[in-house]
Structure formats: structure tokens, C-alpha cells
């Protein structure tokens, strides 16, 4: 069936002309070189269900899309046939300032999102950086914001969901009510899930009240470690900060680079942010001042907020990098006391000529951003004896490390997700169960047992 | 999917006349099993399993008092209850465990037959019913102890005969029984008149079948105490044990005889307040009025007397006390007898009464209020789950690093003595009264 | 041969003799948990001692086709841990060890058996200022394990979140006897949160045999506060006032005026009489703004027509507040043969409409109610008591249980806040999820458990035939259960 015809079919089963293969419109949905065979843009929760009934029926694979920020993130796909574009599910039906809830379309972007939520004092604090990403790419990732030590991962703050799911039904898991143990927490489920689950077409998130007032202090020291034992230093008090996150590499060259930034001394930087009552901030930045110069800090900045370009950078390294720029991310997940180890391994072990490296940490979430950019000289897929070092030296402790964006020829030889031991089985017996017919991203997350 | 007989049946009745079924009917509440009552218990502590926790025993209970389930089939997991009562103090809705226990033990000692029952009665009716018998036995006891008989009846095989093999190593080393009436004065008996308030203050001691043969030296003491403080304390004649063991081990009927001499002895010191030493005694005759309940000519008298009953902590606590002088310089932990805290609810008034005297450093002992594993005849029914329960108490004690543990109850007295001995620990046992009498020179 | 005969004798090789139990009375007691339900007689009981214990159990007990039951404290009130037909019960008190605390990464790692309030006085033992957050009522006696099970809440919840907030990682023996880890001490990990999924699943998709959990450093300055109020509905919206106002009360605690009266008879907390709500409002953090915030928080309240708003004064009068909070529910059981504790949830600004539609039910029926709600989180626990012998009586509770719920969902609010469903909700799930939505938590369960082993005939309504109330509808009247 050629494009043309699978759009034809689509918009006959939806009634209405959502589809098309018109191949420039495909274009920009490419996945490591495969490109679908049409681009489908439902507008309503009903078109996405009956365009998964449809896909299942006809043994189609359907591949849901934002802005397409997260989707580096991912192996090569087996089949590719639909690229689902949920933008035009951008509402916000819900929007509950006395119960402290929204409600929003899983394709609203989150600059659109937060500032409706700012109308009302309002602010979902998540992905505080990236105004580009959208609601339903930062489930599939399930992404943390740059200040979750203060607000919590997306597990913390979501609430309920929508879903379409690969059978054609749509169901709604959870409601607008902050303690809820009816039946299993499916919401948890199509956290991190990347879109094999089901499609989220809606969420429900608890949201916050704006701070009084916010607060930054950027740190600057002589290396990753003296950085690192600051950090710990914060973390283990009651201070209470919101954000600490390390940065080395490029990524303390790009935090110079903002303008109005004055970074000090150092080739390390820590980042730590606090929100709350004025009074509490303006003792928790000077207590904290003092936490950072005792851990031998060459120097304070003090700022009033963190810019949402910063943010940006902080939860996510490879921010502001085009996509078709070469560079690989790794993303390493360790535990806080680990972090400074890490780092310094996987800055060591990916030092490869040709490339320059930025690195930014979140301590509390033990979460590394390694970004390689550049052109190594051997060749990006020559780096996956590097990579599989990288992998067994975390996993012996305990940690991950994810390829969450890379050429292709480098993911097809060392695979994006790395071992994922039994929880990735149990993930496995999940989606079997849920989407026997292997109608989502079909080989993108986890390996398909039908077809593998 | 089988049909199952599940989800409560309207609450069912408990016919039937045993003491269960009765106690069943006349409780107030029944258990919600919330189960706030499985931290306190001991054994349920030490067996980690449910037909060993209060909620478990009670749940048993029920299920014997509506017939569902045997007494024999209860009797073991109920049998190795403590009696400590820190379930009721736990328990939120007010559940009377130690009224089901009771009752229970009694229809087991209806049911105890022949050589068993016979030794039961020789014990309770025939040595802690007589004063005269029970010293002497104590008496024998030390001697046995001290000499080398223990040994040479150890090998005999003359204790198995007895049912004591394997149990009379339990037994605590025995203080030195003290004539004590011969060193303490008494005032003349107070008159009918006697009142509590305005001029001298007068009592009457109650001084019990354990305490008085073993533990003379408490009386001195509270005696003396009293004497400091002005009160007059009478000492009535033809007192008797109070009866608890007797009731505890389902021989009701002896009991009862017992609470009606009591009665009748304090009696003749008209309505001053009965004053004891022992928790045990103290729990026990506060509950006469119960105990009598049926007795259309002894109920009132029963619960005229109960209501005279005072611990003499709890005596001394409604009174300014006398401060003492004499400076008593030791660490001292207080361990609650559960008869007091949990069956009377007195757990300040002791702890007051230590911190009253100069120069004495109170220390607060981890888990005061568990039982020590004494509990009556318990440790030697139940060698094994005593020994741990008391195990553990001593891992307390030992980190408390004290000089004294003082608590007020015969039995705890013997149990912690016991547990120091078989861990070395170098710490003196005292009734809290003991340690204050000192410090009035 | 019975099954008994055939499994113990199996177990004790296992297991040693000493855990397992078999003995009639041994097993009696484990047909109840703290719900109104008793279940049926358990094949036996095991206590394991260690991980490997517990999987080759389970895999004893998939080769024989044996349902099992992980069980923790029984202080559940939805009959989950209640057996419903033939089945192992896996008891954890053995399994009770804190295998680690590690404050620099913010954890601690332990056995399912630890008593949430023992692991509270462990971590303030050691000195480092951290502690576990959730407290469930229960909390001196329920278990971590438990509280995984059902994902237990507590009073602290607003701030702070439930357990499932809490729990980084488990290690699970699925039905077939395979160990596996999921989630860890790292926030940073690839896939699903099957960490979430696992905690509230009550124990029908695997046992749980060690958890990591997060711990928190004890916060600066605690303020605790009684407002009162002359109606509910002041009250409740003083509550949504303060949390509009950008405050987030580490608690908010509501009392009606017959709770308030129940409970001041036995701790004296001095409830006044003229007054129809309480709330007990808990403020933590720095100190510094402190006062700042406990002004608005008057101000609030006194906007909101408060009658009197005091600060406790003391850590004993604090204590006295928090008691006269705790004890309620054991207060409210001592004042009838039984208390049928409720458990659920609105938006938190509809509190006062659902606790209004609440009383009106159960005055509808002739019922006595008293509310508590954890005001700050929607989550209402009204408390009818009844007596089990009055069938007439049983039978209206069951009706107004039934009542309340759908109320509730109506509202756009669930069946259960922080109890569970257990038996006790299975119908009323259907409330809340149709037949698709239905499914998809069944596929979950198919995926886990393809065979049906672990705490079957749970959860989800029996039958299938979702929305009929009448079929196999747990009930207090002594209705039997397919
Ligand atoms: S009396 Fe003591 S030992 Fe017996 S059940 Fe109660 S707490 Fe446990
Ligand atoms: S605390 Fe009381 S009501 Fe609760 S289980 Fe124990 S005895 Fe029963």
C-alpha cells in the first residue's frame, strides 16, 4: 500500500482528513533514517483511539509524536508506518486553581502550558527549561524539572491520565484528587513508557502556587569533585534547596556564554536554586553561601531566578543543539553519592579525539547528561567498546546508562536502553499484554518478543 | 471461582454457661482487630506469630465462647499468655483481654483433672493459703539452695516425680526472710471514726502470702515510710493471700474464701484505705467487687473494700510527702509491674516517689512498661518464651547502666533478680518503697 | 492426601519446622485482617526468614497450584489480606531487618516485616536527623510491607505525598518464584515506573521482599495549630484558602462536631461544644517566615468566620493534638460494637459539599456518622457505627457505603484515598472504571501473575459484570461472596 492509499484509508475510518503521505509533510518525522509511510494529526482523544483500532487491525505500526524533542531517544525502528502528531491536542479543559489541578491535551507545549498556569499564579513544576516540549513527550520520558528536590518527579505531581490505548479504547486511569488507591496506579505505568503503552491524550497534574520568591546561587570550582562534595554537603542538610546540579565541560562554557551570568572561577559549576517565603530564601541563599565557600567554592554568584534558558540546559545538555548537529548523549543514573565518580568515568572513558564533551549532573536525581559533540575521528559507531565499558562499569554499580540520542549506526550496534535484567522482562510481559499486536513503536524501547 | 464462606456473619451469639461464653456476653465491646495491641505484647514480640498476640488470643476466645472452635484447641497458643495486661492499656476501644483470660483459665481449671489438678490445689490452697506453711516452704527453699542438696535432688530424680525437673533452676535465689512484724512498731488500730483527713492519717497495711514470707523487708519499709509521713498504720489480724494466683489458675471457689476473710479482717479497721506493696495483690482486690459480684451478702462489702485498695505509691501521691533527707546516691531504673501499670494504670506515682528522693539519679529504662516474664507461676510453665521475654528486658537493664532496678511487685522482684544472676549484671533489685525508706532516716 | 498434608510436610523442609504453621489455631487467625470481612481457612502459614525462603515458597507454591498471601501487620481495613479460598499465607515478622540507612544518598534499605514506627525510632536512634515521612494511623503497628501493599497515606501527606511518593525501588518474587529488582536508590532509571505500579497493587502482582525507601532530613521548626470553626464548610474552605495562598501545610486535619465530641471525652483536648469543625493545621520548614506565615494562615482562617485559633504551646500539647486525632477511630469503636470506617476522595475544595452529602445520606438511613478527614488531600473517612447483630442496621451501612462512593466519583473523586479496595470495594471499582478500563489494569495482572496466585479474587469486581452492585457485593449483613 503505497502513502498515498494509507492516508486514504485513514482519513475513511476517521471521517475526517487528518492524514497525509505527502512526502515533504513526512519528512520531519524521520526516525534514524526511516521515514512513514503518513503523518496522521487527530483532533480529538476519538480520532487517536480509532486511528489504534485501525493500525491493529491492519497490523500497522504507529509511532505518537510531540515536537519531536525526546524522540532521539530510541532504537532503530522495525516497522514504521504512521507518524501519530498529537499538536493538535492542545487544550487545557480543566483548570483548577482552588484544587490546585490541570487537566491538558498531551500535545499543548509546556512554554504554553506554564504560561497559562503564570495567569492564574500558577506553575507546573516540571521541565521548568524547555517551553518546546509537550505534555505528553515529558510522560513518555518521564522527564524530572530542574528543582524536583523541592517538587517532586513527574510520579509526584501526576495525578491522572487519558489514554488511548493500542486496542482502540479509551480509558482515563486516576482523577483530579491527590491521594487515590482505586485499582493499580496505571498512570505510574505510561511514566517513562515511551509511548508502547498507549497513547496519553490527557493528563491531570497537581500544580503549585507561585514562590514568593526564588533564588540562585552558581557556584564555581576547581573540578568535579570538590563540586560534587558541596552538593552532598546541601543535600544532606535541611536547607531545603530545589536544584543542584553540576556542570562541567561545555556546558559551563554555554552557562558563560548567557548573558547577565556571571559565573565564577572554576572548572566545575554547581547550580543551586530555592523557592519559597522571602524570608526563608533570603537565609537558606546566605546559609548555603556559606555551605558552598566552607566546600571550597572559588567564588558565589548570586542571581534571582533561574532563566528559563538555564533550566533548559540543566534538564537537558543537549538543549539547543539541532538535532541533525552530530553529537551523542548518554545519560547515566547512579546514586547521589556516586555522582562525582561517575562523571569523572564517563568524561575519562568517552574522551575521545575530536570530540569535545559537556556534562551536567543533577545530584539529587543522580542523573548525568554526558553530550559528546563534534566528529570523533574514528567514527561515532567506533565508540561502542567504550560505551559497553561505560555500561559494565555502572552496572556493577547498580546504575544505567542510556544512548539517549546518537547517530544510527552507533544504536544499532550498541542499543539504546542497555540491560534492563527483570524489570525489563516484566516491562516486556506488560506490553505483550497490552499491545499484543505490537501496533507501538514496534522496537524502539524494548525488544519485541513476537518479532525478536 | 468457589463459593466461600466468607464475610461476617451478623455477630453470632456465645450461648452456653462456660466463663467464657458469660465474659463473652457481658462485654461491652468486642475486638475491631485494629491490632494496636500486637507492638506491646511480649510474646507476640519474641513468636512473631498472630495466635500469640492479644488480638489473636482474643480472636481465639471468642471462637471457643461461641463454639466454634475447642478449648483444647486454644489452650496452648491462650496458655502461653503472659497475663501482663499491656494490651488493654494499648487498646483504643477498651477491650477487656484480661476478663476473657480469666474466664478462659477458669474453664481450663474446670477442666483440669486428677494428679494435675491435685498438685494445682496443693500449691495454691495448701502453701500460698497459709502463711505459716508458705514461709516455711520458703525457708526450705533457701536452705535447699544454699546446701548441697540441689545438686544431689537434681540427680535424684525426685523433682521429675514432683513436676519440678527442669523448673526449680528457675527459681530466683530467695532474699532472706525477715522477721519484720518484730521491727516495725504499729499504731493502736484505728478507730471506726477514722478519717483520712485532718489530724493523724491512718491505714492499714495489707501484707499478702509472698511478700510477707519472702519479702519482710518491704513491709519494714512501707511502714516505715508511712510512719514518716504520719500516717498510722494498723496491721489487721486474720488476713490472708489475696487470692489472685488462685483465681489465675481457674480456682475460683478458693478465691473467693480468700476475699471474703480479706474482707472481713479489713473490716475491723473500719474505712481506712487498704495500703499495698504488691501490684499483683493490689490489681487483684481492687477487683473484689467483681470477684463477689454473685454474692447477694458479700457483693457490697466486696466492693466497699476494693474501693479502699491503694498501692502505696498511689497512696502517697494524693499526699505532700514528707520531703526526705537522708541523700540515697545511686542510678536507679524503675521497671513497671505490669500489675500496676497496665492493670492499675500507676505508672507516675512511683516514678515521683524516686525522683523525691535526694541524690537518687531515676533513669528511664527502655520498654519499663513490658512484662519481665514472671507473671505469676508463667516462668515455669513456660521456661523457654519467659527466658526470652526476660532476655530481653536485661538487654535494657544492662545498657542502662545502673546501680538499681526498683519495681513494685513479688514476682518482678524475683524475675529481675533471676535475670541479673544469669547474666552477671551487677545491679540490686529494690521495691521502690525500700529505696525511699532510706532516705528517711 | 490434602493439600496440607501434601504442602507442609514440604514447607518444613524448606522453611525448618518452627515456620510453619499448620495447627488449627495456628491457622484460624489468619482469616481476618482489621476489616469486617473473615475470610476462609488458610492452608497454612509460613515465616519466612529470608528472600530465597520466600521465592522457593512460591515457586512450592506455583507447582501446586497454590494461591498465596503476603501478609504484614493485618491492620489492613479493605479485607485485602482477608484469604478467600485455599491459600499459603506468607507472614513477614521474620523478615524484619533495616539492611541500610544512607543519608548522603537519602535512603534506607529493609525487610518488608519492619514496623513503620520501630523504623521511625531506629532512624532518630542513629542521630543523622533523617526520618520516613508516611504514617498511616496505623503506623505503630503496620509494616513497610503492608504499607507498600496498599500505598498507605497518613497525615502528612499533603506536603509530603503517600508512600508510593516514597518507595525508590523494590525487589519482587513474582508469581512464578523469579526475583527481580525494580527501581532502585536512583531517581535516573530507563522504563516504566514499575516501582509505582508495584506499590498499592496489594500484594496481587508479586511479594514484595525488600524495599528501598527515601528518607527525609526532619524539618527545622514544627507548628502545630487548632482552628475552629462553626460549621464544616467554614473549615473546608479555610483549608482551601490557606493552600490557594501558596502555604503548604505539612497537615490539615478536620474533625466534625460529633468526632470532636467522642473524642474530648477521652483525650481532653478541650473542644468546645459551640464549635462544628476542627482543623488541626501543621506548618513546617525553616524558621525563618515562620510567623509571617502563621499570620496568614489567622487570617485565613478568621476570614473563614474561625471562632479561635491556638497554637500549641508545648511538645505535650502538640502530642495531645495529635492524639486526639489518632485515637479517634479507636474512640469510635469503643462506643459501638463496630465502626465502619470509610475511606474516600473529592477535590479538595468540594470536601464540605461531599461531607454535607455524607451526613445526608446516613441520615437518610437512620445512621449515626462522625467525619475525620485529611482535609488538606480531599480525603474524607466518615465513621458509621453499627451494630453487626441489627441486620437492619448492617444492611443500611453497606447501602450508604455504597451511596457515599458513588458520591464521590460523581464529584469526580475515588473509591479510596488510602485504604485500598480489597474486598471491601470491588464493586465499587466499577464505579470508578468501566469495562476497558477495567482490562487494562487485568492485563496488568496477566502479565505478573498469568495464573492468578498471588491474593487472588481481590481488587478487581467479581463477575465481571462491572456496575451490578447486586452481584457478589461484599456487605456487612453477612452476604456470602462468589
Ligand atoms: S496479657 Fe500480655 S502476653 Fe497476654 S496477650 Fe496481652 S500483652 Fe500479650
Ligand atoms: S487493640 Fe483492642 S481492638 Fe485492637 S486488636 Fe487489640 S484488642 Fe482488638
Given at each position: ?10 482519513d ?18 524521520r ?15 476519538e ?12 497490523g500497522w505500526?504507529v ?5 519531536g ?13 504512521v ?65 524536583r ?19 482502540g479504547?479509551?480509558?482515563?486511569y ?11 496506579d ?21 500544580v ?9 546561587l ?16 546541601l ?10 546540579m ?28 530555592f ?21 571550597s ?12 534558558e538555564t ?22 543514573g ?10 569523572a568515568?564517563?568524561v ?10 559537556g556534562?551536567v ?6 542523573r ?55 524489570a525489563?522482562?516484566?516491562?516486556q ?24 | ?11 453470632p ?19 475491631i ?9 511480649p510474646t ?5 506469630v498472630?495466635?500469640?498476640s492479644p488480638?489473636?488470643r ?5 471462637a ?27 487498646c ?22 486428677g ?49 519440678l ?9 530467695l ?20 478519717t ?17 514470707a ?7 519499709a ?27 489458675a481457674?480456682e ?40 463477689l459480684a454473685?454474692?447477694p451478702?458479700w ?5 466497699a473494700?476494693a ?7 498511689e ?11 537522708r ?8 521497671d ?25 539519679t ?9 512484662c ?9 510453665q513456660?521456661?523457654?518464651l519467659?527466658g526470652d ?7 535494657h ?17 524475683l ?14 533489685v529494690?521495691?521502690?518503697?525500700e529505696l ?6 | ?11 518444613q ?25 473473615r ?9 519466612p ?11 512450592l ?15 489492613g ?9 485455599d491459600?499459603l499465607v ?7 531487618r533495616?539492611?541500610a540507612?544512607?543519608p ?30 508516611p ?11 503492608g504499607?507498600v ?19 525508590l ?8 518464584g523469579?526475583?527481580v ?5 536512583s ?15 496489594e ?6 521482599t ?8 526532619l ?13 464544616v ?8 484558602g490557606?493552600m ?9 486535619e478536620?474533625?466534625?462536631r460529633?468526632?470532636?465530641a467522642?473524642?474530648d ?7 468546645p461544644?459551640?464549635?462544628g469543625?476542627?482543623?488541626?493545621i501543621?506548618?513546617d520548614?525553616?524558621a525563618d ?17 474561625a471562632?479561635e ?8 500539647e502538640?502530642?495531645r493534638?495529635?492524639l486526639s ?5 479507636g ?21 464540605a ?7 445526608e445520606i ?40 455504597h ?25 465499587e471499582?466499577g ?5 476497558d478500563?477495567?482490562a487494562g489494569m487485568?492485563a ?32 456487612l449483613?453477612?452476604?456470602r461472596?462468589?
Open positions: 500500500m503505497s502513502a498515498c492509499e494509507v492516508a486514504a484509508v485513514v475513511a475510518a476517521l471521517g475526517a482528513s487528518l492524514a497525509t503521505g505527502d512526502p515533504v509533510a513526512l519528512e520531519p518525522y526516525l534514524d533514517g526511516v521515514a512513514p509511510r503518513a503523518l496522521v494529526r487527530p483532533q480529538t482523544p480520532h487517536v483511539a480509532r486511528m489504534l483500532a485501525l493500525a491493529a487491525e491492519r505500526a509511532v505518537p509524536w510531540g515536537r524533542h525526546g524522540q532521539g531517544c530510541g532504537d532503530v525502528p522495525r516497522r514504521y508506518d507518524a501519530l502528531s498529537l499538536r493538535r491536542l492542545d487544550a487545557i479543559p480543566d483548570l483548577d486553581a482552588d484544587n490546585l489541578t490541570v487537566t491538558a491535551e498531551a500535545g499543548i507545549s509546556l512554554g504554553e502550558l506554564t504560561q497559562r498556569l503564570g495567569e492564574r499564579h500558577l506553575v507546573l513544576p516540571l521541565a521548568l527549561g524547555d517551553g518546546e516540549r509537550t505534555l505528553g513527550g515529558l510522560i513518555a520520558a518521564n522527564r524530572a524539572g530542574c528543582k528536590l523541592l517538587y517532586g518527579d513527574p510520579r509526584d505531581l501526576l495525578l491522572g491520565l487519558r489514554v488511548a490505548l493500542p486496542n479504547a479509551l480509558v482515563r486516576g482523577r483530579k484528587v491527590i491521594k487515590n488507591v482505586a485499582g493499580y496505571m498512570p505510574k505505568l505510561y511514566l517513562g513508557s515511551q509511548g508502547l503503552l498507549g497513547v496519553v491524550v490527557e493528563a491531570t497534574f497537581k503549585q502556587p507561585l514562590p514568593d520568591r526564588e533564588g540562585v552558581i557556584a564555581g570550582f576547581s573540578g568535579g569533585p570538590d563540586a560534587a562534595r558541596a552538593a552532598q554537603a543535600f544532606r542538610s535541611a536547607l531545603g534547596p530545589a536544584c543542584l553540576l556542570l562541567l565541560g561545555r556546558a559551563v562554557q554555554s552557562l558563560r556564554r548567557y548573558p547577565g551570568l556571571d559565573v565564577p572561577e572554576g572548572r566545575a559549576v554547581l547550580v543551586v536554586a523557592d519559597g517565603r522571602s524570608a526563608a530564601v533570603q537565609r537558606q541563599m546566605a546559609d548555603a553561601g556559606r555551605v558552598l565557600l566552607a566546600q567554592a572559588t567564588g558565589v554568584a548570586e542571581l534571582p531566578a533561574l532563566a528559563a533550566a533548559a540546559m540543566l534538564e537537558d545538555a543537549a538543549h539547543g543543539l539541532h538535532p541533525e548537529q552530530p553529537r551523542v548523549v548518554l545519560r547515566l547512579v546514586l547521589p553519592t556516586q555522582v562525582a565518580d561517575a562523571m568515568q564517563a575519562g572513558t568517552m574522551n575521545v579525539p575530536g570530540t569535545s564533551f556534562a549532573g543533577d545530584y539529587s536525581a543522580g548525568i547528561d554526558l553530550l559528546l559533540t563534534g566528529e570523533p575521528h574514528i567514527g561515532w559507531e567506533r565508540l561502542d567498546g567504550r560505551i559497553h565499558e561505560l555500561r559494565r562499569a555502572m552496572g556493577e554499580r547498580g546504575g544505567s546508562v542510556v544512548l539517549a540520542a546518537a547517530p544510527r549506526s552507533l544504536k544499532a550496534k550498541v542499543g539504546v536502553w542497555g540491560d534492563l535484567q527483570g525489563g522482562r516484566i516491562m510481559r506488560i506490553k505483550a499484554q497490552l499491545d499484543p499486536r505490537q501496533v507501538l513503536s514496534p522496537g524502539r524501547f524494548l525488544p519485541d518478543p513476537a518479532e525478536g | 471461582m468457589t463459593a466461600i464462606d466468607l464475610l461476617l456473619p451478623a455477630e451469639k456465645a450461648p452456653g454457661t462456660s466463663h467464657l461464653a458469660q465474659a463473652w456476653r457481658n462485654a461491652t465491646s468486642h475486638c482487630k485494629c491490632g494496636f495491641c500486637l507492638p506491646v505484647c507476640y514480640s519474641v513468636l512473631g498472630e495466635a500469640a488480638r489473636g482474643l480472636d481465639l476466645m471468642d471457643v465462647a461461641q463454639g466454634r472452635l475447642a478449648l483444647g484447641t486454644v489452650a496452648g497458643r491462650v496458655g502461653q499468655c503472659l497475663g501482663c495486661l499491656a494490651c488493654e492499656t494499648a483504643p476501644a477498651g477491650i477487656r483481654y484480661g476478663q476473657m483470660f480469666e474466664a478462659l483459665q477458669c474453664d481450663m481449671g474446670t477442666q483440669r483433672r494428679w494435675r489438678r491435685w498438685r494445682a490445689r496443693l500449691l495454691l490452697d495448701g502453701v500460698l493459703a497459709r502463711p505459716r506453711v508458705l514461709r516455711a516452704v520458703v525457708l526450705a527453699l533457701r536452705v535447699y539452695q544454699r546446701s548441697g542438696l540441689q545438686r544431689l535432688l537434681r540427680s535424684s530424680g525426685l523433682l521429675r516425680l514432683l513436676g525437673a527442669g523448673r526449680e533452676g528457675r527459681l530466683p535465689p532474699p532472706r526472710p525477715l522477721a519484720w512484724r518484730a521491727e516495725v512498731e504499729f499504731g493502736a488500730p484505728p478507730g471506726t471514726d477514722a483520712t483527713t485532718g489530724g493523724a492519717q491512718r491505714a492499714a497495711l495489707f501484707t499478702g502470702c509472698v511478700m510477707d519472702a519479702f519482710g523487708a518491704v513491709h519494714a512501707t511502714a516505715h515510710v508511712l510512719a514518716a509521713n504520719g500516717v498510722q498504720c494498723a496491721l489487721p489480724a486474720g488476713q490472708r493471700c489475696c487470692g489472685a494466683l488462685h483465681a489465675h481457674g475460683t471457689a478458693s478465691a473467693r474464701r480468700l476475699a471474703r476473710a480479706n474482707i472481713a479482717a479489713f473490716e475491723t479497721v473500719g474505712d481506712a484505705p487498704v495500703v499495698l506493696n504488691s501490684a499483683g495483690c493490689g490489681a487483684f482486690m481492687k477487683r473484689y467487687g467483681t470477684l454473685d454474692d451478702a457483693a457490697p462489702r466486696a466492693a473494700l474501693a479502699r485498695v491503694r498501692d502505696v505509691s497512696f502517697l501521691a494524693v499526699r505532700t510527702l514528707v520531703p526526705p533527707t541523700a540515697v546516691a545511686l542510678r536507679v531504673a524503675y513497671d509491674p505490669c500489675h500496676l501499670v497496665h492493670a492499675q494504670g500507676i505508672s507516675r506515682e512511683p516514678r515521683d516517689l524516686l525522683r523525691a528522693i535526694p541524690g537518687l531515676l533513669v528511664e529504662l527502655p520498654e519499663s512498661t513490658w519481665c516474664g514472671s507473671a505469676g507461676s508463667y516462668s515455669l513456660h521456661p523457654e519467659a521475654v526476660l532476655a530481653r528486658k536485661m538487654r537493664l544492662a545498657a542502662a547502666r545502673v546501680d538499681v532496678v526498683a519495681t513494685g511487685n513479688p514476682g518482678c522482684l524475675q529481675l533478680a533471676l535475670g541479673i544472676s544469669r547474666q552477671g549484671l551487677d545491679v540490686d529494690r521495691h521502690p518503697i525511699l525508706a532510706q532516705a528517711y532516716p | 492426601m490434602s493439600k496440607r498434608q501434601i504442602l507442609v510436610p514440604q514447607l523442609r524448606l522453611l525448618g519446622a518452627d515456620a510453619v504453621l499448620h495447627a488449627e489455631a495456628d491457622r484460624f487467625v489468619y482469616a481476618y485482617d482489621a476489616s469486617v470481612f475470610g476462609t481457612d488458610v492452608l497454612a502459614v509460613v515465616l526468614a529470608n528472600t530465597e525462603q520466600v521465592a522457593q515458597v512460591v515457586r507454591a506455583a507447582r501446586h497450584d497454590v494461591p498465596i498471601i503476603a501478609r504484614g501487620a493485618g491492620t481495613i479493605n479485607g485485602g489480606a482477608v484469604p478467600r479460598g491459600a506468607i507472614e513477614f515478622s521474620r523478615m524484619n533495616i539492611l540507612v544512607e548522603d544518598n537519602r535512603l534506607a534499605v529493609m525487610e518488608p516485616g519492619v514496623v513503620n514506627q520501630d523504623l521511625k525510632a531506629h532512624l532518630s536512634a542513629l542521630g543523622y536527623g533523617f526520618t520516613y515521612v504514617d498511616p494511623g496505623s503506623q505503630v503497628v503496620s509494616t513497610i510491607g504499607n501493599g496498599n500505598n498507605a497515606g497518613g497525615m502528612h501527606c499533603l506536603k509530603y505525598g503517600v508512600t508510593a511518593n516514597h518507595i525501588g523494590l525487589q519482587v518474587v513474582l508469581a512464578d523469579e526475583v529488582e525494580v527501581g532502585g536508590g531517581a535516573t532509571r530507563p522504563g516504566m515506573d514499575l516501582t509505582g505500579l508495584l506499590v498499592g497493587s500484594g496481587t502482582l508479586g511479594v514484595v525488600r524495599i528501598t525507601m527515601r528518607i527525609l532530613p524539618p527545622e521548626t514544627v507548628v502545630t495549630q487548632l482552628a475552629l470553626f462553626p460549621d464548610s467554614a473549615a473546608a474552605n479555610a483549608v482551601s490557606i490557594a495562598a501558596g502555604i503548604l501545610p505539612a497537615a490539615l478536620l474533625l466534625d460529633r468526632m470532636m467522642l473524642v471525652r477521652f483525650v481532653h483536648v478541650g473542644y461544644e459551640h464549635a469543625a476542627a482543623l488541626i501543621e506548618l520548614g525553616l517566615g515562620m510567623d509571617r506565615e502563621l499570620r496568614r494562615v489567622a487570617e485565613i482562617c478568621n476570614a473563614h468566620a471562632l485559633i491556638k497554637t500549641a504551646q508545648s511538645a505535650a502538640t502530642e493534638l495529635w486525632r489518632r485515637a479517634a477511630y474512640v469510635a469503636a469503643s462506643f459501638s460494637p463496630t465502626v465502619y470506617v470509610m475511606d474516600c476522595t473529592v477535590p479538595r475544595n468540594l470536601l459539599q461531599a461531607i454535607a452529602g455524607v451526613i446516613c441520615d437518610a438511613r437512620g445512621l449515626e456518622v462522625v467525619n475525620l478527614a485529611h482535609a488538606g488531600d480531599g480525603n474524607l473517612h466518615p465513621l458509621i457505627p453499627v451494630d453487626r447483630a441489627n441486620a437492619a442496621q448492617a444492611a443500611a451501612a453497606t447501602e450508604a457505603h451511596e457515599i462512593m458513588a458520591m464521590c466519583v460523581a464529584m469526580g473523586g475515588s473509591i479510596t484515598g488510602e485504604h485500598g479496595v480489597g474486598v471491601e470495594k470491588q464493586q471499582l464505579l470508578m472504571y468501566d469495562a478500563e477495567l487485568q496488568v495482572k496477566r502479565a505478573l501473575d498469568p495464573d492468578g496466585r498471588c491474593n487472588p479474587h481481590k481488587i478487581f469486581p467479581l463477575r465481571g459484570n462491572v456496575g451490578d452492585i447486586a452481584v457478589g457485593a461484599a456487605s449483613d453477612g452476604g461472596l462468589p
